[in-house]
């Protein structure tokens, strides 16, 4: 199992990014997904998932309306569009398997990729 996170980056308050995650190594496409986060000195901290079906997607009270997760299963790719991006939105973003806690603890999980949001 393979998975690679990418889009991360320096931003200002406000601003958007996005993030992908290349899959390889597993059926993707029969694999619920999601992205999770850590800030300095925090736990890792679950942010939204998607079901393998693609039709049903779940976040984080702190992102909901601001952020959206999607899949391209002929890509076997995850992506995160974070918009109107906060200061507090900083961290090391991961995806890995499963929905929500249960990504938290899962054995698959990529290398993650930094964002920060600042001025």
């Known amino acids: 199992v393979q998975l690679v996170e990418s889009g991360g980056g320096l931003v200002q308050p406000g601003g958007s990014l996005r993030l992908s995650c290349a899959a390889n190594?597993?059926?993707?496409?029969?694999?619920?997904m999601s992205w999770v986060r850590q800030a300095p000195g925090k736990d890792l901290e679950w942010v939204s998932s998607?079901?393998?079906?693609?039709?049903?997607?779940v976040y984080t009270d702190s992102v909901k309306g601001r952020f959206t997760i999607s899949r391209d299963d002929a890509k076997n790719t995850l992506h995160l569009q974070m918009n109107s991006l906060k200061t507090e939105d900083s961290g090391v973003y991961y995806c890995?398997?499963?929905?929500?806690?249960?990504?938290?603890?899962?054995?698959?999980r990529g290398q993650g990729t930094q964002v920060t949001v600042s001025s």
């Open positions: 998607i079901n393998n079906r693609g039709d049903f997607t």
């Open positions: 190594g597993f059926t993707f496409r029969l694999s619920d």
């Open positions: 890995a398997t499963g929905l929500t806690s249960v990504a938290l603890t899962s054995p698959f």
